[in-house]
T-cell receptor, first 111, second 109 residues
């Protein structure tokens, strides 16, 4: 079974721009979660989608949004980028809601 | 507020010895506990889990212990191998996964 894939793997953007990250979950997994990893804060939960509906949301500003498509693929969008948004963005999929399987992440650098 | 604490940012052990990684939590609503391992430039890999109704779960060299009264979770790796060198995150599930900040384990040959 193929694992979770994320595109692109690396991205450089300028302050004020917006960015869209993509995640394809493991086949059959309907839950997709997004996390932000930074050296100071560790892994922080952004949001979870299940069957195209946002099921949970973390404490991030409204500039961070996401969506899930009918094939369970998910996208995450960050608008009006700030320097502090530089991080590794991780996507995880789950069948059971318990064990989550992570993709390799997208490294976003905001300059 | 930090609901999950991994108080040791790093740990170094000799190959063949036991590695013990610790995690403390504050939220009694957590009902499922997990450990993840992360290598540089890769996403976290699920390692082992335990539900709140158990106090121990084993999978090969890895054993997770849960002490609910102390709100303490630990991961034992026996024997430790150089390939185990990675960052280990504990995670707790309530409505969402809450991660600790990680402990970097180095296993020296």
């Amino acid at each position: 079974k193929a694992g979770v894939t994320q595109t692109p793997r690396y991205l450089i953007k300028t302050r004020g721009q917006q960015v869209t990250l993509s995640c394809s979950p493991i086949s059959g997994h309907r839950s997709v979660s997004w996390y932000q990893q930074t050296p100071g804060q560790g892994l922080q939960f952004l949001f979870e989608y299940f069957s195209e509906t946002q099921r949970n949301k973390g404490n991030f500003p409204g500039r961070f949004s996401g969506r899930q498509f009918s094939n369970s693929r998910s996208e995450m969008n960050v608008s009006t980028l700030e320097l502090g948004d530089s991080a590794l963005y991780l996507c995880a999929s789950s069948a059971s809601g318990y064990e989550q399987y992570f993709g390799p992440g997208t490294r976003l650098t905001v300059t | 507020d930090q609901q999950v604490k991994q108080n040791s940012p790093s740990l170094s052990v000799q190959e063949g010895r036991i590695s013990i990684l610790n995690c403390d939590y504050t939220n009694s609503m957590f009902d499922y506990f997990l450990w993840y391992k992360k290598y540089p430039a890769e996403g976290p890999t699920f390692l082992i889990s335990i539900s709140s109704i158990k106090d121990k779960n084993e999978d090969g060299r890895f054993t997770v212990f849960l002490n609910k009264s102390a709100k303490h979770l630990s991961l034992h790796i026996v024997p430790s191998q150089p390939g185990d060198s990675a960052v280990y995150f504990c995670a707790f599930l309530s409505e969402k996964l809450v991660f600790g900040k990680g402990t970097k384990l180095t296993v020296n040959p």
